[in-house]
Nanobody
């Protein structure tokens, strides 16, 4: 089984900073792309940022220049540094990962199951 656990959320003032973490666990052989998503109340889940195993990054227009995605391949962890957050960044943040893992029948590749998410609330 593969599991993702997000952490680091909380209440932050607009203009402050916050760092989210997401650790993958299980019988993982390798992780390809990793990403952060968010879902605000009454809205669909949206992509925030992605990072390849080689470190190439992409960002949504709404966070580019303020948020930074990074990863630690040895620790199977992805981070999201949130600088200058705005109230509209308030949401539950989730991570996801394209994972190659070991099963009883050999290696398999999946998008890891969603974790529980971590709530980020940005106040004025």
């Amino acid at each position: 089984q593969v599991q993702l656990v997000e952490s680091g959320g909380g209440l932050v003032q607009a203009g402050g900073s916050l760092r989210l973490s997401c650790a993958a666990s299980g019988r993982i052989s390798s992780i390809n792309d990793m990403g952060w998503y968010r879902q605000a109340p009454g809205k669909q889940r949206e992509l925030v940022a992605t990072i390849t195993s080689g470190g190439s990054t992409k960002y949504s227009d709404s966070v580019r220049g303020r948020f930074t995605i990074s990863r630690d391949n040895a620790q199977k962890t992805v981070f999201l540094q949130m600088n200058s957050p705005k109230p509209e960044d308030t949401a539950v943040y989730y991570c996801n990962a394209d994972v190659r893992y070991l099963t009883s029948g050999g290696f398999a590749r999946i998008a890891a199951p969603w974790g529980q998410g971590t709530q980020v609330t940005v106040s004025l």
